[in-house]
């Protein structure tokens, strides 16, 4: 047996006390699994005083994260303080270059200085891990660094953000509108304290960015994802998807075309019987498209102190086992600067309108299309529901988002709409 | 650039192929990911002169594996040759015995000699990876074995046969039966040489070995796994399944329970809401219950050249890395061997049932379920519609196979049935 792996933990939050109680539940399974003991040496969180669920009375105690990630007696760094700069971004820095591997579940640090960290794990000689960064508990980095290394990957997709897949199936199961379930969220104490990265898209565009960097060997490149949040997601936009049989997901979407990197959080429709379409509640699942695997669907719980205490466990057996892999799967320098590009490739499209009841109206709307160059796979007109006017649903032929651009500027000027027409991208799955 | 990572590969079929394809095809990729070019040195296989779809003439043949496998220029030998004895077994031994590394994706080897062969490569500071042994291009071994690693493991399940699930999804969605199913399988070449392999459910229940032994640090027992087929499985069945909201799935399912690891391979019924219950055609799916990690469910293609290869590759790519792991996760020595327990965790099950259609026929069957200690959820009796008598349906609560047992001895001593009663366990996913 060889010597521990001596931990030091900073941030004691739901994922911490996970962490810890992993380690004293099954000191004994993670010792023979990886062929030496796990400890814990020192701990750090904000406040000392306050009740957390575990014993730590074991462990050293440090006011300050920079001074647990330089104690001697430390040789694996968990950062689970959260924060894309401030102590979690000195700590783990100094970490690394206090010759430490590091173990994080900071999907906006990773999103916004993957780069510059990886490069200076590489430097130092240490390896960074974050499985838990994306999609808590599903082992989505293993996946595209390891167990896809053999494949080109095509795309990578996924609904990563638990909360706002919460709101779109509880405003679909209970018919509510977005306000009345984003309040319900709230007091449920499921969104951020700071609600936008998580109906903003803004989290999930963090997750998306990190895969894609591992998929494609590129730079993380956070400011290139097009992200779109679910504030626009209508119960009405629910319930006509769900007539022609389809669901609305917050849906990220990555791929390389020859224009470039395609990265896109938004909301989107997905056939209600495939996978991502089944995906109900705060459950995550991620898609991956290997040339030679096929796709590959991964489902699990995308949040919560056990499933994303696993993800950071998994990191630290991995470590303790001996294992070394670059931070994004190659080396850092080897991880090009990809060419941003705009959502380009094509796909069948919604859209959404209410027409003023009158004669010709629908013909000057099925002129617009064609005059977009946009065909149409099904149109479907509803009874005089609304107080707006009538409501017309499209569905569109595969056709480019330039397209759907030029009807959706072109169709007001119809005069014969009653609002904002809508529209939502059908994404192939 | 460290030195390259030289293959000999053993077995030139479909898998063995694809793997040199994705060499030739992402040489660039892989040595950027792996730090190190990987380059195959030499092949085997049975018959030379057979056209196969890639260039192999850069590459030294053997006419036999065992020399393969000894070759000095040769560091990590990949047997694909399959079959749990004879050459295959003899090219791994003598590949450990001279000093290399093995992968390979041989189940019912590992299901039947993997505790000889992991004790041989520990002995000989060698490893063993087999990520294609199992679902095909699903990353399930990677999962059990290194993501989930910090969890006690509650429940491993699967749909492993991707023939099996074809038959049985192609007879509901044709309303065809199971022999005419299985001739169109056989005809399209979905069928192993020997058919019952995959019909009689021993190729499934050779993958469930495998992973009980991962997920419970178990020694592999392949003859401790309960197994029935699909061959009993009617058409009726499938329909009345469906009708009370089930689907019928060949299902794996490993758990240890207090009094010993119950390991069975059956025609079981899954919600039909289920992402068991969705699961259509030759894809696989693999559900794993840690502790902490929840349900993790896995789905992708379980065979075939891309998705088996881009698995092997995966272990290639692990072990160029210099990723180096015990066979079956932790040291063979601490492997213990599980008692071996018949299924007793209760289940609610399916019964039908066809009846003499006279006066107080289900009076009799509704009191041997009683005497049996069975409650009844939800009973439906269908018209007269089948020659043979009154279809009757039972769909259980929660009660034991004993009582199961007990009820199917004892029904047809009511003299009510005009057949056999059948019964099918709907287990709880």
Redesign the interface.
């Known amino acids: 047996m060889s010597a521990p792996l001596r931990l030091g933990i900073a941030g004691l939050g739901t994922v911490g006390i ?1 962490v810890v109680k ?1 380690i004293q539940k ?1 000191a004994d ?2 010792s ?4 030496r003991p796990v400890t814990i040496t020192a701990v750090s969180a904000r406040d000392r005083t306050r009740n957390r669920d575990a014993d730590l009375s074991e462990f050293a105690w440090e006011a300050d994260a920079v001074s647990l990630a330089q104690r001697d007696d430390v040789d694996l760094f968990v950062e689970l303080i959260g924060g894309d700069a401030g102590v979690a971004k000195d700590s783990i820095e100094a970490a690394l270059r206090a010759g430490k591997d590091v173990v994080t579940a900071n999907k906006a640090l990773l999103a916004l200085h993957g780069q510059e960290l990886a490069e200076l794990a590489e430097a130092e000689g240490r390896v960074i891990r974050f ?1 838990a960064a994306v999609a808590g ?3 989505v980095i ?2 595209l660094t ?7 990957i095509n795309r990578v997709m996924g609904v990563m953000n638990g909360t706002c897949n919460y709101i779109l199936t509880r405003m679909e199961s209970a018919g509510l509108p977005y306000e009345t379930v984003f309040e319900e969220a709230r007091q449920l104490g499921y969104l951020e304290a700071d609600p936008t990265l998580d109906v903003g898209g803004i989290d999930a565009g963090h997750k998306l960015a990190i895969l894609a960097a591992i998929a494609f ?1 590129t730079r993380v490149n956070f400011d290139a994802v097009e992200i779109e949040g679910i504030v626009r997601v209508s119960i009405d936009d629910i319930h006509r998807a769900e007539d022609m049989g389809y669901r609305i997901k917050l849906l990220g979407v990555a791929q390389m075309t020859a224009r470039g990197l395609e990265q896109r959080m938004s909301p989107c429709l997905v056939p209600a ?1 495939s ?1 991502l379409g ?1 995906l109900n509640g705060g459950t995550n699942m991620v898609v991956i498209e ?12 995308g949040a ?1 102190e ?2 994303t ?3 950071v ?2 990191d ?3 470590i303790a ?6 931070t994004f ?3 850092a320098a ?1 991880l090009a600067a990809a060419q941003p590009a705009r959502t380009a490739v094509p796909a069948a499209y919604y859209m959404r309108m209410e027409l003023q009841d009158k004669p010709g109206a629908l013909a000057k709307v099925a002129a617009v299309l064609g005059d977009s160059g946009i065909s149409i796979d099904r149109m479907r007109q509803y009874g005089h529901a609304s107080r707006d006017g009538v409501p017309v649903l499209v569905v569109t032929h595969k056709t480019t988002p330039e397209a759907i651009d030029h009807a959706i500027a072109a169709l007001p000027r119809t005069g014969v709409l009653t609002g904002d027409p809508v529209e939502l991208r059908i994404e192939e799955v």
Chains 1, 2 share one sequence.
Do not use: F, Y
């Open positions: 996970g992993i099954h399974l993670v023979v699994r990886c062929g499985e508990g599903i082992p293993k996946a390891e167990s896809l290394a053999g494949n080109g060997g019987d996978p089944q290997g040339d030679s695997a096929g796709q590959i669907v991964l489902r699990g719980a919560g056990g499933p205490a696993s993800a466990m998994s630290v057996i991995e086992r001996g294992t070394r892999l670059p799967g190659r080396p080897s």
